[in-house]
């Protein structure tokens, strides 16, 4: 598992620092976790701290992606959108027409998709929301 934890932004980096060291400090194989004193409690607080992490570092991403999604024009909205296999002109201009952004796109669930753009079946929809999160 490999986590940077100098990237997040919150203010509790510090404690998942920590909490980071102390996983790495844990012992690999089961034997060795047994052999230490390390309690099932101290482990479970310790994935549950990381968990925390993971979830911070997912928001800044998520937050940074729709940031980068909302700066593009709406001409280049739609060459993104064309780029996608499957999706042409006349999908992509239903897609930006009915959701009004990129960023509208990237926030919809698969189904939304399909159930406001008739067009847009379900292996469509996925590769647009795949292209969406690789930009």
């Known amino acids: 598992m490999h986590l940077t934890l100098h990237k ?67 001409e280049l909205a739609l060459y993104e959108l064309k780029r996608v296999p499957g999706i042409a002109d006349t999908r992509a201009q239903a897609l930006l027409s009915r959701f009004g952004s990129l960023v509208a796109i990237y926030d919809a669930s698969v189904y939304e998709i399909i159930e406001h753009v008739p067009s847009v079946g379900v292996v469509l929809a996925e590769r647009v929301k795949d292209h969406l999160r690789s930009l």
């Open 8 to 74: 997040f932004r919150s203010k509790r980096a510090p404690t998942f620092q920590r909490a980071w060291d102390r996983l790495r400090a844990t012992p690999r194989s089961p034997l060795d976790l047994a052999t230490t004193n390390l309690r099932l409690e101290q482990v479970e607080a310790l994935a549950k701290t990381l968990s925390a992490a993971l979830a911070v570092a997912t928001r800044d991403v998520d937050r940074d992606q729709r940031d980068r999604l909302d700066m593009l024009p709406r």
